[in-house]
């Protein structure tokens, strides 16, 4: 995954799954900020996206690997 320039408009929506999947990789782990490039408000914002999507089933807690 490339480095995104930080944009202060960037909202994460726990229904967005195909936004919330680039953020994950392979093993089905959040993306740090240093590879993701976000601030530290807008990664605090991915995770808990994140987390609401996995309880209610919209995305897997685990690759299916």
Same mark, same amino acid.
């Given at each position: 995954?490339? /480095? #995104?320039?930080? +944009? %202060?408009?960037?909202?994460? +929506? #726990? &229904?967005?799954?195909?936004?919330? @999947?680039?953020?994950?990789?392979? #093993?089905? &782990?959040?993306?740090?900020?240093?590879?993701?490039?976000? $601030? $530290? /408000? @807008? @990664?605090? @914002?991915?995770?808990?996206?994140?987390?609401?999507?996995?309880?209610?089933?919209?995305? %897997?807690?685990? $690759?299916?690997?």
């Amino acid at each position: 995954m490339k /480095k #995104y320039k930080n +944009d %202060p408009n960037l909202y994460f +929506d #726990y &229904r967005d799954t195909k936004t919330l @999947q680039r953020y994950i990789d392979s #093993y089905g &782990r959040i993306e740090p900020v240093a590879k993701t490039g976000l $601030s $530290s /408000k @807008q @990664q605090r @914002q991915l995770a808990t996206a994140v987390k609401r999507a996995r309880h209610l089933a919209l995305l %897997p807690f685990v $690759s299916n690997n």
